[in-house]
């Protein structure tokens, strides 16, 4: 079946400071790959996507690149700000067999210090 | 509507008590998925709608849990005889076509105690 495996957290670091958050799928197939943020009381909001191979998803200085060679989505900002606190979680929607069913990694919860 | 909404925002039961929980997917979005997101933040699937239909409920409790989404009506989800472990919050989404780049958009979720 597919899994999604994310690093696992907390992730603490300082305001200003490079994020990265791994991010690794096993999937039949081509999936759809999706980071996911929460922030605390709220539903997930989408981050950013991507549908293939070698594409990148970016949204508000956050990137990942979809890497089949290496069935990776990791999650990059360059100087992530204490509003960025919150879980993210990456994604994968498959895009064959007809179910749809999204599969979540566990989350990784991001802490950003002044 | 151009958000998910989903009523109520908490919901607290007797153990044994009924839970009903409500999701008025986004217009135009056929598609609709529940899940059920308990401590560390795992989200377990379990059911999905494709309009009034039931299109995937490999995830549904067989027992207690039923779930429909009827035309002109908020898609809805029924817990009979609530048990402790069914606290949660349960997010519904919507989707207008759940495949390939299809991202599904969520609720702001259900949060239900079962005291």
């Known amino acids: 079946g597919n899994s999604v495996t994310q690093m696992e957290g907390p992730v603490t670091l300082s305001e200003e400071a490079f994020l990265t958050i791994n991010c690794t799928y096993t999937?039949?197939?081509?999936?759809?790959l999706f980071w996911y943020v929460q922030y605390p009381g709220e539903g997930l909001q989408l981050l950013l996507k991507?549908?293939?191979?070698?594409d990148k998803g970016s949204n508000k200085g956050f990137e990942a690149t979809y890497r089949k060679e290496t069935t990776s989505f990791h999650l990059e900002k360059g100087s992530v700000q204490v509003s960025d606190s919150a879980v993210y979680f990456c994604?994968?929607?498959?895009?064959?067999?007809?179910?749809?069913?999204?599969?979540f990694g566990r989350g990784t919860s991001l802490i950003v210090h002044p | 509507g151009e958000e998910v909404a989903q009523t109520p925002k908490h919901l607290v039961r007797g153990e044994g008590q009924k839970a009903k929980l409500y999701c008025a997917p986004i217009?135009?979005?056929?598609?609709v998925f529940w899940y059920q997101q308990v401590l560390k933040n795992e989200f377990k699937f379990l059911i999905s709608?494709?309009?009034?239909?039931?299109?995937?409920e490999t995830g549904m409790p067989k027992e207690r849990f039923s779930a429909k989404c009827l035309p002109n009506s908020p898609c809805s989800l029924e817990i009979q005889a609530t048990k402790l472990e069914d606290s949660a919050v349960y997010f519904c989404?919507?989707?207008?076509?759940?495949?390939?780049?299809?991202?599904?958009?969520f609720g702001p979720g259900t949060r239900l105690t079962v005291l």
């Open positions: 991507a549908t293939k191979a070698d």
């Open positions: 217009k135009g979005h056929s598609y």
């Open positions: 999937a039949t197939g081509y999936p759809s």
């Open positions: 989404a919507s989707s207008q076509i759940p495949g390939q780049g299809g991202e599904q958009f």
């Open positions: 709608f494709q309009n009034e239909n039931v299109f995937d």
């Open positions: 994604a994968l929607i498959p895009t064959s067999g007809g179910s749809y069913i999204p599969t």
